[in-house]
């Protein structure tokens, strides 16, 4: 049976245990059982319709191709600048042991659109056993040996690591997490990825293998999910967010959103309350610090998305869009868009419970909703309101000249923004030791004095000099008593 008949009757039967309403025989008139499932089952069924063109599609590529149709042939400098002396021993020892390999995923993704990639995931028709024995064989060492359960196999080959994961399907899914399956066969692993433009694989001469139309999707900067939207989302929630952030990563100012997608993103978006928080933000964070921003969190408010993720359910889009439109040229700290859907600080701290972002993203947000009212814009003295800011922060508690930054690009205060950028922060000339020299008694009333001082000082413009503030304490002394 040809390959591609092959991995269609393996779906067709496994559509038939999963539904329990329709049997497919292996019979010796196989094509007649064939023809008849699809005439029965593609009429009220257009998604599984295009499934079974896809599958027979992918099954007439060249037989000169091992892995899959080939589209194109990359051989741009980015390609071979990945043939580095530790790639070239995996690849030998691929070769020598009659195992594929492939490039898979983003790496493939990023030589279609011109970059270098940063990060390589690579595809193998080799078992994790398989691989383990073969590198132990060669006395090379593997490292991060808890992703074996899934497949995944790290060798770590001329102080280069190369993460290789075995070809697999998902057998069962809960929205969450997969029990696996191994397998030889391209496609079946390709069907079972989140989008078209990361099904793609690239095997080592340079072939583009794609099945599912992921390069004319790169060229259109189109994002889809690979076959049915609904069934790739129920697989893992998680894609709901993975693609929005892909869109914001491919996308043009021309694109627009799948409307299958969005469409299955609405139907599936409260499986997101399943997802762990670290997870959502991991991706959230990734969005935040993408390519259109604004259109992307007012689809994603549109979709529910947000409420479902730990945002208030009323969200202000319209003045994030504003402060996105303002900044998007700048580089802006991605809390500082984050803050824009968060009213007051209760929201804060109900967002960090829900995702649990770092200590300093907490920081960042509470610092900018405490003084995104108070800096006027049309306030004269708002470079020493700001300047007065910087002073009263304890330097035990950082410098918080960043903070301060980002509350300005959300107002849109660049004037200010540029005047305290050059500003070198004065330290304050008095001490406690001083006070005591000139005869303040301990107690409480260092402080007083010392914050008296500082008022003093901060109303000078910092010009008092130490001299001049000490000259003050008798005044002061009189007044605390």
Known sequence: MGSGRARLVTFLSGFCLKNNNCHLTHTTNLDLGLTSFCRRFSKNRPHLHKLIQSTMDA?????????????????SPEFHSLFTPGLLQVKQLFQQNNHQLCFAGGAVRDLLMGDTPKDIDFATTATPEEMIAMFK???????????VSHGTVTCRVHEENFEITTL???????GRHAIV?????????????????????????????????????LKSRKVRFVGDASTR?????????????????IANDDASFDQDAIAAIKAGGEGLLGISGPRIWMEMSKILRGNYIAKILRQMNHCDVLQYIGFPKEVDIDSLEVIYNKTKHLN?????????????????????????????????????IL???????????????????????????????????????????????????DWKIPKFPVNGKMLRDAGVPKGKTVGIIMKSLKEMWKESDFLLSPSELLEQIPKLLESVE
């Open 59 to 75: 099954s007439e590529y060249s037989a000169s191709s091992h892995v899959g149709p080939v589209k194109m042939k990359i051989n």
């Open 137 to 147: 064989r060669e006395d090379i060492r593997m490292i991060n040996e808890g992703g």
């Open 168 to 174: 697999r399907i998902d057998r069962i899914t809960d």
């Open 181 to 217: 399956e191994f397998t030889k066969d391209w496609y079946l692993d390709a069907s079972r990825r989140d989008l078209t433009i990361n099904s793609i694989f690239l095997d080592l001469q340079g072939n583009v293998i794609d099945f599912f139309n992921g390069i004319e999707d």
């Open 233 to 249: 989302i129920k697989e893992d929630y998680l894609r709901i967010l993975r693609y929005f952030r892909f869109f914001g990563r």
């Open 332 to 368: 802006v700290n991605h809390m500082t868009y984050t803050s824009a859907l968060l009213p007051t600080e209760q929201d804060v701290l109900r967002l960090e419970e829900r995702v649990q972002f770092s200590r300093i993203e907490r920081k960042t947000s509470l610092f900018i």
């Open 371 to 421: 003084y995104r009212d108070k800096i006027k814009l049309d306030d004269p003295k708002r470079l020493k309101f700001c300047q007065d800011i910087l002073i009263d922060i304890p330097p035990h508690e950082g410098c918080h000249r960043d903070f301060l930054m980002e509350v300005l690009k959300y107002i849109g205060d660049f004037e200010t923004m540029q005047q305290l950028q």
